[in-house]
C-alpha cells in the first residue's frame, strides 16, 4: 500500500537536452550528479549550489542514479573517472538513460508523516549528437531532402568544403549500374565532404550517421548520399530507386523510432548550443547554426496541455530552456554579450514557440570551469592547453548579434583541460543552479 501510495506521489518527468556532437550534453550529466551528490552529501565541505532554491541543501535526502530496462545506464563513474585523469568524456557513441531521483524531505513535519518523503525523478538521455540532425528527415521525402541539401552547398560555409564531392558527383556516370562498389565510391566522397564541414564547424550535416562509425546502428542504415537533379527528374531511374529506398529504410527501421521511443516523451527542453565554433569560424557558420536550430524545433511537438488534458493527450514539450553551454570561455565581463548572441542566435526558434504559447527562456552555463579570470585584466582568461602550458587569451567584446561579427570571426577556438578533479565536490560550475531551479520550477 505504502509503495502504491509512493508511486503516486513519485513525480516523473522526461527531458530532452537537444544538442548536436560536442555541444556538453555528457559533460552537463556528469556535472549534475557530481553537484547534486555533494549538495545531499551533509558532510559535504562547500555548498557549491547555493542559489539552487527550489532543491534546498537542508530537504534533499539523496540524489542517485536509478536502473531502468528502456536503455543501458548512464556511466556516470566512467565520465568522472575519465575527469578524473583530466581528460573530457569521451564522444559518446550509444544511447544511455540518465534517471536521477531526488528524494526529499517534506516542508512541514505533519505533511512527513502523511504522505512521506517528497521523489522527483528527471529521465534525460545521452546520446551521440550526430543521431539528433537526421530527426528531421522524417517529414522530407528522398528527393526532396537531396534537392535540399545540394543547394545548401552551393553558397558558404559549406560551398568551400563541397568543391570535391560536387565535382565528383557532377562527373559521375549515372549510367553505371548500380552495385555497392559504384555506391560506395559516391559514398565516400560525400562522407569525405561530411567529415570535413565537421571539423570547420557546420552543424547541418546530413545523414549525421555517415559522420559515425560502426558498429554504431545509424551508420550501418543511413548510408546514403544525395543525386544532382537530372537523376532525380526521373521517377524511374535506378540510382534513384536505389538511395530512395537506403532513404525510407532508414527513416523506417531508425529515424522514426529513435524518434519515438526517445525523443518524443519529453515535457521539457534543454536546447544546448556552443555558440564558440560559430565565433571562430565567422558570421556565415553563426548563421547556419541558427538555420539548423529553426529545423532541429520542427522535429519536436510543442503544446501546452491543461491539467485534464495530461491524462490522454499526447506528451508535448510545455517549457524549452536556450542555453549557452561553456561560458567560462568567456570572460565574465563579457558574459551578458553572449547571452544577447545567443538570444539572437534562438530568436526564429522562439518566435516560433511564442506563437504557439510555449514558455521559454534563455540561460548560459559551464557545466564545469576549466578557465580563470585573469587578475589584472578583466577581458582576459587563462587556461591550461592539453600539452600543459598556460595560455592567456585577451578578448574584443562579443557580437551581440550574428551579422555584427565579421566574416571571418575573430576569437580564439580554446581547447582547454579540464580542471583537477579528486572528488565530486571539486566540481565548479557557472548558473547550474539556475538551470535546475529552471527545471524544478514546473514540478507538479
Ligand atoms: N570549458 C568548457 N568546456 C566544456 C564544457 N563542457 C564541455 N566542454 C568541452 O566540450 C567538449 C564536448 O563535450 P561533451 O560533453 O563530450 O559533448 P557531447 O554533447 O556529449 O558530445 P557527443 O557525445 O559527441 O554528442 C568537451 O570535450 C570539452 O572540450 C564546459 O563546461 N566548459
Ligand atoms: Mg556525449
Known sequence: ???HLTNLLTSERHIIITGLSRSGKST?????????SEHAN???????????????????LSARLVESDEAPNFDFAANLAQLQQRQWPQATTRISQFTLELTLKRPHAWQQRLLGDEIHRFIIYDYPGEWLMDLSLADL????????????????PQLSHAQSWLAMLNGFDFDLPVNSLYSDHLLHSYQHYLQSAKCAGISRLQPGALLLTPPDPAHLLGRFCPLPAKVLAQPNHPWLLHFQQRY???????????RDTYFRRAQQQIVLLDLFEGLAFGRAYLAEMQESLNHLMSSFIY????WYEKLHKHVSIEQVIFVASKCDLVPLSQQPRLLSLLKHVSQGASQQLKAQQIAFDHLLLSALVATKPDADNPQALRYKHPDGSTHQVEFDPIPERIHDLSEQGV??????????????????TMHLDQLLNRIMGEAS
Open 141 to 156: 521525402s528522398y528527393s526532396d531532402w537531396s534537392a535540399h541539401v545540394l543547394a545548401q552547398q552551393t553558397s558558404e
Open 1 to 3: 500500500m505504502k509503495k
Open 248 to 258: 525510407q529504410d532508414y527513416l523506417e527501421s531508425w529515424v522514426k523510432p529513435l
Open 411 to 428: 576569437y580564439p577556438l580554446i581547447h582547454c583541460l579540464p580542471p583537477i578533479i579528486h572528488q565530486a565536490s571539486d566540481f565548479r
Open 28 to 36: 552537463l550529466l556528469t556535472s549534475v550528479m557530481a553537484q547534486l
Open 303 to 306: 503544446g501546452k496541455r491543461r
Open 42 to 60: 551533509p558532510a559535504g565541505e562547500m555548498n557549491r549550489l547555493p542559489f539552487l532554491t527550489r532543491i534546498p541543501a537542508n530537504r534533499l
